[in-house]
């Protein structure tokens, strides 16, 4: 059913945007914290120095990361854009089938008068 498939489809998008969202979250919480790691000069629990080590090893973590983050980006980005083509075709099939029902229901209105015009006109003969 057509009717079920956009649904499903526009579902589908719902969840694609979910997920996109959380991920650009997440993404931009982990370069948050590697600008912070990285100006950090001394630790605010234990006020202790940083080391370049230390931050090197957070900046490299948090970078795979986002490398990652932005690698299921771009993939929704692909699905949602197949999606919303496909999402649109649909829409354009139903809107098709709508104006066939919408010419079919008239035609059988008009065959209905024609056929009560007939049956009158045989009975009237």
Do not use: F
């Not at 959380?22 to 990285?38: D, F, I, M, N």
């Not at 999402?87 to 008068?113: H, T, Y």
């Amino acid at each position: 059913n057509l009717d079920e498939e956009l649904l499903s489809c526009e579902q589908l998008r719902s969840e694609l945007d979910a997920e996109i969202s959380r991920a650009e979250a997440l993404k931009s919480s982990s370069q948050q914290l590697q600008s912070k790691v990285s100006a950090l000069g001394t630790c605010p629990t234990c006020l202790q120095p940083v080391s370049a080590e230390h931050k090197h090893r957070i900046a490299g973590e948090e970078e795979a990361k986002v490398s990652a983050l932005a690698q299921k980006l771009a993939e929704a980005a692909g699905k949602k854009a197949s999606l919303l083509l496909k999402l649109k075709l649909l829409r354009n099939q139903l809107s098709e089938l709508q104006a066939k029902e919408k010419l079919a229901a008239g035609l059988a209105s008009e065959l209905r008068q024609y056929v009560e015009a007939a049956s009158l006109l045989w009975r009237n003969y």
